[in-house]
């Protein structure tokens, strides 16, 4: 039974950073496996944030959404866990942010999510 937990959301301040992390279980993924994020603001549907796909060569090419590139980093530790970790947070970062992992090298259907980790930032 494969689990993602995603750890590391709270409370924090505008301007401050966080980071997440997401851990998988249950069975040991591929490196070819895509990691990404997601999140889900209050009264809007679930947007994509970041993914780690693989490339080939042991790397991983980190694909963002357009309005996170610069503040958000995603790093995969190894092949079950990742991070998200989010610079010079704003109100628009709250949300729940999700962890997902899709088998397919280079797929957008997941295949496994987690149930999320609430981030909200104080003006």
């Known amino acids: 039974h494969v689990q993602l937990v995603e750890s590391g959301g709270g409370l924090a301040q505008a301007g401050g950073s966080m980071t997440l992390s997401c851990a998988a279980s249950?069975?040991?993924?591929?490196?070819?496996?895509?990691m990404a994020w997601f999140r889900q603001a209050p009264g809007k549907e679930r947007e994509f944030v970041a993914a780690t796909r693989w490339i080939g060569d042991r790397k991983y090419r980190a694909d963002y959404l357009g309005s996170v590139k610069g503040r958000f980093k995603i790093i995969r530790d190894n092949s079950n866990v990742a991070s998200l970790h989010i610079n010079n947070l704003n109100p628009e970062d709250t949300a729940v942010y999700y962890c997902?992992?899709?088998?397919?090298?280079?797929?957008?259907?997941?295949?496994?999510w987690g149930q999320g980790t609430q981030v909200t930032v104080s003006s």
């Open positions: 249950g069975r040991t993924f591929t490196a070819n496996t895509t």
């Open positions: 997902a992992v899709a088998l397919l090298s280079g797929s957008n259907d997941y295949d496994f």
